[in-house]
């Protein structure tokens, strides 16, 4: 509904959107629409552009959530919500999003890897096309169905390896803390961090 302490919808929306919360399963709001105990977790960039990662990180994300909150003995509790007295880093959402980063993060970094191994061999092919003078033979290269064939290998070479890394969504490495939870102060706290 909002974002950066600004409404995205009309004024006159927000009675649907209360209105529609008991009957969701799954709410994930931003830190605008949140409970006030935010925690963060910080992931190193990588150079690449993925796409459908964001449905990537919700599916992982409910079924963690699911997960954390039987352990938590929450799944009976209309909100899956713990008690206010739970800090930010040890709600079920926050050990979930942990896991799922974890995952999520080693499956993209062995994705850049296989992709530029593919690349690497794509280049080396097409090397062997260009005959001594740097001329390629085939006449049809350099023209729009070899660009089209170049696009489609590299989108082909930068699709997520999800099946080929299915061990790592199911016990993603969180031996060195790299994906730990830390918590923020509560919005609106002058003492901030």
Same mark, same amino acid.
């Given at each position: 509904m909002g974002d950066q302490g600004k409404l995205y919808v009309h004024e006159s929306v927000v009675p649907a959107?209360?209105?529609? @919360? +008991?009957?969701?399963?799954?709410?994930?709001?931003?830190? #605008?629409? !949140?409970?006030?105990?935010?925690?963060?977790?910080?992931?190193?960039? @990588? +150079?690449?552009?993925?796409?459908?990662?964001?449905?990537? #990180?919700? !599916?992982?994300?409910?079924?963690?959530?699911?997960q954390f909150c039987a352990e938590a003995k929450l799944l009976q509790s209309a909100s899956w919500m713990p008690d206010d007295e739970v800090p930010a880093v040890d709600l079920p959402l926050a050990k979930a999003t942990e896991m799922v980063l974890a995952s999520m993060q080693t499956i993209l970094e062995k994705t850049i890897e296989a992709r530029d191994k593919e690349l690497e061999v794509m280049k080396s092919d097409i090397g062997r096309r260009m005959d001594v003078d740097g001329e390629q033979d085939n006449e049809d290269d350099g023209d729009e169905a070899e660009r089209n064939r170049m696009h489609l290998a590299q989108t082909k070479a930068g699709e997520v390896r999800v099946v080929r890394n299915v061990r790592d969504l199911v016990e993603p490495d969180l031996r060195n803390g790299t994906y730990k939870a830390q918590s923020l102060e509560k919005v609106g706290d002058e003492s901030g961090v």
């Open positions: 959107y209360k209105e529609l @919360l +008991p009957h969701a399963d799954l709410i994930l709001p931003n830190q #605008f629409e !949140a409970d006030p105990r935010l925690f963060r977790i910080t992931i190193p960039a @990588l +150079p690449c552009f993925f796409s459908g990662t964001g449905d990537m #990180f919700a !599916a992982l994300l409910i079924a963690r959530l699911r």
